[in-house]
Every structure is written in C-alpha cells, then in structure tokens.
C-alpha cells in the first residue's frame, strides 16, 4: 500500500530561520510527487509538482527537492505568512494521490 | 478564472439524517476527486470522475455514499444515512488532463467540514 509519512509534525522557526521539511514516500511507481500548503479553514493550495529524482522547483522562499525516497522542502529566511500547514502527497497510479498528515509550520516575528 | 467551489462551507446534523455536498469544478477539468479528512488523519481519497464516469470509487467507504456528475460539470456526494463517523472535512479537487500514468495537478476546493451529532 501507498504511504507518506512527513516530518517534523510540527515546527517553530524564528523569522528569517531557514530549515526543511522531509516527506517520506513508500509508492509503487511513482507518477508525481506533490507539495501544497494548506491555511486554517481552507483547501490544499498547490505548490509543486516533481516528477523525477534529482529534479528541483522553485517558488520564492520554497525550494522543493526529490530523491528516489523522499522530498525536502526547504525554506529560506521563512516569513510569518509562511506560517502554514504543509502538505505532501504522492501519486503512484492512475490519478490517486495518496497524503501525508503534513507539517505545522510556525514562523514567529 | 475562478477556482473549485464547494457548497455548503459547514453542515451539521443529526445521525440518520442525508445530507448532499456540491462540487463545481474549475470551468474545463474533465476530472474531478473527492477527497476526506477525518479529526487528526490525513486527507484520503474516496472516488474520481471523468466527465461523468466514475473512474476510481475504490476510497468510498460504504454504501452510504453516493456520488454522481450530472452531464460531467458539477458533481454531489450524498451521504445517507449519515453516521457520527462521517464528521470531518470533505474536499474536492478537479484536474485538466488525468491521463494514465500522468501525474497531473489537483487543484482544491476550500472544503465542507461536516459534523454528524
């Protein structure tokens, strides 16, 4: 069976503390590897999509990674609107996308 | 372009009672996911349609679900009769292309958080 498993659960960094958050995956040829950020009260908002090893995304602060085993998303000097859950997800079949239970990200002033 | 909506943001009710959530996908997505997350889990896949096919009902949990997509826009998840383990958030995401073997991109609703007392 398909899993994910992200870590830390939760992490507190002080503004401008960079560090990264690992993901994971045990999938059976694996299509894309998602990550997406989720705020209180709303959906998944996606973020990127990587598709082989050794493949890396960009977007502002956010660098994704992805290794035969896991993903990394790394941030860079965070901000307190980067504070958010983050979402990783991976699919190995025919469109269905198997979740992590995320990470909790806290950015304080 | 707007985004996946969902309707109502919030429902609750009474064991045994139906209640039916609406999807509209994003204007063009032939493929459309629903998706759950129960109290402290991750989010988990029920069903995908394209167009008005189910593709993958493999994640429903019951026969107490139903999903249908009329005409291939918007779609509905019925759960009757509902059941205290029902509560949690139910999203729905829709994609462009959902070709085998892809991986394409879901895009999210921003969810109905259901409570069954």
């Known amino acids: 069976e398909d899993q994910v498993t992200q870590s830390p659960e939760a992490l507190r960094l002080q503004e401008g503390e960079s560090s990264s958050l690992n993901c994971s995956y045990t999938v059976s040829g694996l299509r894309g590897l998602f990550w997406y950020r989720q705020d209180p009260g709303k959906g998944p908002e996606f973020l990127f999509t990587l598709y082989s090893a050794g493949e890396e995304k960009e977007k502002e602060r956010l660098k994704a990674t992805l290794t035969k085993k896991e993903s990394f998303l790394h941030i860079t000097a965070p901000k307190p609107e980067d504070s958010a859950t983050y979402l990783c997800?991976?699919?190995?079949?025919?469109?269905?996308?198997?979740f992590g239970t995320g990470t909790k990200l806290q950015v304080i002033p | 372009e707007a985004g996946v909506t969902q309707f109502p943001s919030h429902s609750v009710i009474e064991k045994g009672q139906t209640v039916t959530l609406r999807c509209d996908p994003i204007s063009g997505h032939d493929n459309l996911y629903w998706y759950r997350r129960v109290m402290g889990k991750e989010i988990k896949f029920l069903l995908h349609?394209?167009?008005?096919?189910?593709?993958?009902e493999s994640g429903m949990p019951n026969n107490r679900f139903l999903a249908e997509r009329t005409g291939g826009t918007y779609s509905t998840l019925k759960v009757q009769p509902a059941e205290l383990e029902d509560s949690g958030v139910y999203f729905c995401?829709?994609?462009?292309?959902?070709?085998?073997?892809?991986?394409?991109?879901?895009?999210f609703g921003p969810g109905t958080r259901l409570t069954v007392l």
């Open positions: 997800a991976a699919s190995g079949g025919y469109q269905k996308v198997t």
């Open positions: 349609f394209v167009k008005e096919s189910k593709q993958d």
């Open positions: 995401a829709s994609s462009l292309y959902g070709l085998a073997g892809g991986a394409d991109t879901q895009y």
